[in-house]
Antibody, heavy 120, light 110 residues
Framework: EVQLVESGGGLVQPGGSLRLSCAVS????????MSWVRQAPGKGLEWVAN????????YYVDSVKGRFTISRDNAKNSLYLQMNSLRAEDTAVYYC?????????????WGQGTLVTVSS | QSALTQPPSASGSPGQSVTISCTGT?????????VSWYQQHPGKAPKLMIY???KRPSGVPDRFSGSKSGNTASLTVSGLQAEDEADYYC??????????FGTGTKVTVL
């Protein structure tokens, strides 16, 4: 059974930092692109970043470029999102997600999400 | 990259059909066959219902179907059931900013 379990969310002050983790099981992690997607309270879904199987290609949505860093550790079957210089508008549930195939086309598996709240 | 446009709400009685549109541009929906649809119940993670415009993942009822014409994709839910009441999001592959989501549609079963 494929499982993705996020952790690391919480309350942080504006300008602060937080590191999210996503532990995966049930599939060969190193075979797939991985993404982070967020959803602000009461709002829609927004893709945040993704990373290639070996970490050689990384993409970000414009609003987080220079502040967020996606990374992965294939030996630990884990995906990470380092979030710096956090803003109120970064408040959201953050999901990690796996593509349906080894190429980037469709997000099939999602974790349950972890809530990040940026507030003073 | 702007969000794809969906109607905020749609509704139908049990047994009826409802169709949700998703309008993008020639850079996303109109260019690629990788249009997908997600169902999201309150407090839950999104669930993939349709991928590559019209394919259903294993376990998704055939009441759910998808199509695309030009820059607009559509999701049809036939034979509405109470458990279909949820938010639905379309999503399109869009190149280097790979995923652009729709604004979301709340489906109500009357």
């Amino acid at each position: 059974e494929v499982q993705l379990v996020e952790s690391g969310g919480g309350l942080v002050q504006p300008g602060g930092s937080l590191r999210l983790s996503c532990a995966v099981s049930g599939f060969t992690f190193s075979t797939y692109w991985m993404s982070w997607v967020r959803q602000a309270p009461g709002k829609g879904l927004e893709w945040v970043a993704n990373i290639k199987q070996d970490g050689s290609e990384i993409y970000y949505v414009d609003s987080v470029k220079g502040r967020f860093t996606i990374s992965r550790d294939n030996a630990k079957n884990s995906l990470y999102l380092q979030m710096n210089s956090l803003r109120a508008e970064d408040t959201a549930v953050y999901y990690c997600a796996r593509d349906i195939a080894p190429t980037v086309t469709t997000l099939l598996y999602w974790g349950q999400g972890t809530l990040v709240t940026v507030s003073s | 990259q702007s969000a794809l446009t969906q109607p905020p709400s749609a509704s139908g009685s049990p047994g009826q059909s409802v169709t949700i549109s998703c309008t993008g541009t020639s850079n996303d929906v109109g260019r690629y066959k990788y249009v997908s649809w997600y169902q999201q119940h309150p407090g839950k993670a999104p669930k993939l219902m349709i991928y590559e415009v019209s394919k259903r993942p294993s376990g998704v009822p055939d009441r759910f179907s998808g199509s695309k014409s030009g820059n607009t994709a559509s999701l049809t839910v036939s034979g509405l059931q109470a458990e279909d009441e949820a938010d639905y999001y379309c999503c399109s592959y869009a190149g280097s900013n790979p995923y652009v989501f729709g604004t979301g549609t709340k489906v109500t079963v009357l």
